[in-house]
């Protein structure tokens, strides 16, 4: 087996490709020791000492190295946890058995919720987040939840590499917001939630 890895625009994170899915759907998202109790393989690669996230996407996880820490030190030990579990064939998530089986929390953790009488401008603005902006964003090792919108203000959680990166905001502002504002012009304003 052979693991391929990318870099992501946020220097602290890579992107490994096991040239097999990984999620079967939807992504997950780790920004903590206690959050990956849940993924023996999450819980493998914090216990490194030097990761202080890891996402799994459809077909890739992105680690995320602590500060100071050199990915000429840290790439050869992530290469070989995640090596030992896919080559094993371990469960991605405790309890589940073996293969990928998915204990993920709910999707509306964190929602801010929507304006009453907006159900046709947030399926526009979910479909171009779908279509548009998360293949981009995935690209990059991360991904992207919609949250809310109120007020004019869309809210949008960035995750994976995508999450902490130095271009986010930029992403978030100049890429995100433009998008939007130029298809659904009751966007005003696009924030981090």
Known sequence: MFIETETTPNPATLKFLPGQQVMPSGTRDFATPEEAEASPLAQ????????????????FVSVTAAPGVAWSDLKP????????HFVSQAPLFAGSGTGNGIAVPPEDAGDIGNDEGTEDIVAQI???????VRPAVANDGGDIRYRGFRDGVVY????????????STATLKHGIEGLLKHYVPEVKEVRAA
């Not at 979910?126 to 548009?132: A, F, G, K, V």
């Not at 949008?156 to 271009?167: E, F, N, R, T, Y």
């Open 126 to 132: 979910e479909e171009l987040i779908e279509t548009r």
């Open 44 to 59: 493998a690669l914090f216990d490194t000492g030097e990761v202080t996230g890891v996402f799994f996407g459809g077909d």
């Open 77 to 84: 030990q992530v290469v070989a946890v995640l090596l030992d």
């Open 156 to 167: 949008l959680a960035m995750q994976g590499a995508c999450s902490g990166c130095p271009s």
